[in-house]
């Protein structure tokens, strides 16, 4: 899903920098020596210096496996090593395998992509009537809706909404954008759009679907497609951020209810097979899984995100198709997509004209190192002047972190103890947001108050009050973060509260009405 797809595949590119001599574009037979001479060196460097405690690594090379290991530890403090079969949440990685699945139904004839959502799933809406009566299929993939990124994720991510609960509050979401123009990343269209297969296959689930049609003809053995189950396995990946402070674990996401955009987990030795069936037009091992038409379709241009050449890499255009992206990269066309889980960040890339393959996975989400390792590869093989990418990324990153911390802002507002201008029970009952559901506060101790999330289960936040009718609002679940609540008051009686998460979760505040 989440976060960090847009703020890597999108934002990361265009930060990169290149200075130095050009490196040999790589032929079949000749080695590649930032992966022979310093791959080791560089990830190692990069793990401390990122606190990243784990990484696993696979490159595929005209259809040969040339890396495929780990580096670091599964658990801080802990000695099991980060191997090619430890598992890791590979989050918005999902996605591709629920567009390759649409367009498997497609090229049968079972649906078509341009079609109307509505046929196959009756009674679906936008907030718009003239959008709700265009949709298609393919719109459900095309992160085109109008809504900004994340919108409505606030509401769906890590609660207990059914899939079907969610594309129905999607016609609450009200886009601040034009249908088909502005592109906002939207997890809960790829949800609606998972939905479509039991519609048109007489009831076999996305789950069902992508095993038997992807996965077990690929031989994806430890891949799985729910993320419920996934901390039981023997050789898994813990999760962690540094983004509050110090490396602390986060708990790990469930992501089942929104599965289709984000709940697969798997290792680089299953992602392997991945790739070598997306560098093989759809055959594996000779034989052939999917027509190349299926891939084909996977990768054409739905949306536009930039037509424009950058102006320090070698890229010119970057599109979304269904449930990739794609960019031309020193005259070479790459595809690729990040997933962004707590505590979890990876990618997936491939360059076909080059018969080249990366997937990287990771266990902190608060680093842009496993973006730089996949941009340092590409470079390596596809000829572009050397740049220390990981260096770079990290000379920004230290600068952004000496910017105020807002939260720190909050802190000290709390630490004045101003006097509550009202009795703390005055601020206490139920209220609701269409979209969101209902939440409920309640005093939690003579100085604090406590919100609790029925959709929401064991997430919890504590209001310390600040000032005027503000509390900082402190979540149990670390990745919704440190925000302001804002208490609405009309004479003298609260009528609302104003919550929000990080903006990684979602970027806009939602109002919550009292009852």
Known sequence: ???????????????????????????????????????????????????????????????????SKGYGVRAVGKPEPVDANTL????????????????????????????????????????????????????????????????????????????????????????????????????????????????????????????????????????????????????????????FGPLAPVPFDNWDNMGPCASMTSNVTDLAKWLQFQLDSGRYQGQRVLPWSVLRKTRDANTVLSARKSPVLPTHF???????????????????????????????????EEGLGIAILTNNDNQSFFEALRYQILDSYLGVPYADRSAFFLKRAKAARLVDNPTKKLDARVSKKAKLPMKPEAYTGNFENALFGSIIIAPKNKQQLLVRFPTHPGLTATLDYMDGNEFRCTYSNLVFGVQPAVFKVEGGKVTSVQLQANDYVEQDPYVFSRR
Not at 39 to 61: F, H, M, T
Not at 221 to 226: L, R, V
Not at 335 to 349: I, L, Y
Request: hydrophobic share 40%; charged share 15%.
């Open 1 to 67: 899903m989440r976060s960090f797809l847009l703020k890597s595949a999108g934002g990361l590119g265009g930060l990169l920098l290149a200075l130095a001599q050009p490196a040999a574009a790589q032929t079949a037979a000749t080695p590649n020596r930032f992966l022979t001479d310093s791959l080791d060196s560089y990830v190692q460097r990069g793990l401390r210096q990122w606190e990243v405690p784990g990484l696993a690594i696979v490159v595929v090379k005209n259809g040969k496996v040339v890396v």
């Open 88 to 243: 890791f949440m590979i989050a918005s990685n999902t996605k591709l395998f629920t567009g390759t699945a649409l367009a498997h139904l497609d090229e049968q004839k079972k649906i078509s992509l341009d079609e109307r959502a509505s046929k196959y799933l009756p009674g679906f809406q936008l907030y718009d009537s003239a959008a709700s009566r265009l949709v298609t299929v393919r719109d459900l993939m095309g992160h085109h809706f109008g809504f900004k990124t994340f919108q409505g994720d606030f509401s769906f991510f890590n609660s207990n909404l059914s899939r079907e609960d969610i594309i129905y509050r999607m016609r609450l979401m009200k886009p601040g954008g034009q249908f088909r123009r502005e592109y906002g990343y939207c997890n809960s269209g790829f949800v609606a759009a998972g939905q479509v297969i039991p519609a048109a296959t007489g009831g076999t689930s996305w789950e069902e679907y992508v095993r038997q049609n992807i996965l077990r003809p690929l031989g994806m053995s430890s891949t799985s497609m729910n993320s419920q189950g996934f901390e039981q396995q023997p050789n898994h990946a813990l999760a962690y951020s540094n983004t």
């Open 318 to 352: 970057t599109t979304y198709g269904l449930g990739v992206l794609s960019t031309d990269y020193n005259g070479k066309q790459v595809f690729w997509h990040t997933g962004g889980a707590s505590g979890q960040v990876s990618n997936v890339c491939f360059v076909p």
